[in-house]
């Protein structure tokens, strides 16, 4: 059974720094793009961030741009979400999810990822 497992999440004060892992189990995923995403309460899921299968490639949503950095780790099979300079706005559920096909850049649609990991919740405040 295939599994994206995400950890790293916790409660940290605004400014301040997590980082995401997310190491998928039953598979190697190196062949694919690897996306995170974040749920908000009351809010739908959101697009954070995408690395093309080789890593030669990122894009992110413009609210985190220059403060999250995505990079994998193809030879440990995972993949991380470095989040900086933290904000109140940022506390949500992420996610990371699993292109449904090999050798892409990835997208920003959730349509587009087969595989999901249960999330983990990141908490922003003083």
């Known amino acids: 059974q295939v599994q994206l497992v995400e950890s790293g999440g916790g409660l940290v004060q605004p400014g301040g720094s997590l980082r995401l892992s997310c190491a998928p189990s039953?598979?190697?995923?190196?062949?694919?793009?690897m996306g995170w995403f974040r749920q908000a309460p009351g809010k739908e899921r959101e697009f954070v961030a995408v690395?093309?299968?080789?890593?030669?490639?990122?894009h992110y949503v413009d609210s985190v741009k220059g403060r999250f950095t995505i990079s994998r780790d193809n030879a440990k099979n995972t993949v991380y979400l470095q989040l900086s300079s933290l904000k109140p706005e940022d506390t949500a559920v992420y996610y990371c999810a699993a292109a449904a096909a090999r050798y892409g850049s990835g997208t920003y649609s959730e349509s587009d990822y087969r595989y999901w990991g249960q999330g983990t919740q990141v908490t922003v405040s003083s």
């Open positions: 690395i093309s299968w080789n890593g030669g490639s990122t």
């Open positions: 039953g598979r190697t995923f190196s062949r694919f793009a």
